[in-house]
């Protein structure tokens, strides 16, 4: 489970991208940009439209290397703790998250 957790738990360079969740953050954020045109990524990031390229770049060669690395079984045993499906009795979310690296056809072994 070690090499998943690492590649997930990887964290962007973000160039030209900032959050903000409030006015007084967005207007700080902005100061930063000076006059760069800035798209709303949703979730409260902005950025440019390099900056946010950049970032799916990024999660493009971040799923690449779990699909090459990761055995699908590591990934679902971890998603499936992680998202405390034993408690819900409801697995949907750590499935999804398996087909989402390795498409629909993957086998595993459910719990």
């Known amino acids: ?65 779990i699909k090459k690395e990761c055995k699908p079984q590591e990934v679902y045993n971890y998603e499936h703790s992680n998202h405390e499906c034993q408690y819900t009795g409801d697995d949907t979310e750590a499935l999804d998250i398996v087909k989402y690296y390795f498409g629909e056809n993957v086998e595993i072994a459910r719990r």
């Open 1 to 65: 489970m070690n090499t998943y957790q690492e590649i997930k738990n990887e964290q962007p360079k973000l160039k030209d991208i900032f959050f903000a969740f409030n006015e007084k953050q967005f207007q700080e954020g902005k100061a930063k940009m000076k006059s760069k045109k800035l798209l709303d990524g949703g979730a409260g990031a902005f950025g440019t439209k390099e900056g946010f390229e950049e970032l799916k770049r990024f999660t493009a060669k971040q799923k690449e290397r």
